[in-house]
Nanobody, 125 residues
Framework: QVRLVESGGGSVQAGGSLRVSCAAS????????MAWFRQAPGKEREGVAA????????YYADSVKGRFTISRDNAKNTLYLQMNSLKPEDTAMYYC??????????????????WGQGTQVTVSS
């Protein structure tokens, strides 16, 4: 079992930046892909960014490319998402996830077995 705990969410004005973090309860480096998903009220959860076990490969949704950066520190069992140039449409609950990719879709929700409880990000205009 892997427990994931997100932190760092909050409120920011449009154009601002936030960094959210996700701490894993045990070492998962070189084992699991990790990813960030988000869900806005009334919308389905969507994949935002993912990173391979070693940290060398990253994947982004088109809506965040060039603005968000995913990274991981396997020595600290921690995943990060740096969010710049935030827009009101980025407002959502952000969840981190970990899993082994079996179907070849790192941004696919079904690929992930372990989920955090989420951290709220609110961007005001």
């Amino acid at each position: 079992q892997v427990r994931l705990v997100e932190s760092g969410g909050g409120s920011v004005q449009a154009g601002g930046s936030l960094r959210v973090s996700c701490a894993a309860s045990r070492y998962i480096g070189n084992i699991y892909y990790m990813a960030w998903f988000r869900q806005a009220p009334g919308k389905e959860r969507e994949g935002v960014a993912a990173i391979d076990p070693g940290g060398g490969g990253t994947y982004y949704a088109d809506s965040v490319k060039g603005r968000f950066t995913i990274s991981r520190d396997n020595a600290k069992n921690t995943l990060y998402l740096q969010m710049n140039s935030l827009k009101p449409e980025d407002t959502a609950m952000y969840y981190c996830a970990a899993g082994r990719i079996s179907a070849g879709n790192p941004l696919g929700e079904y690929e992930y077995n372990y989920w955090g409880q989420g951290t709220q990000v609110t961007v005001s205009s």
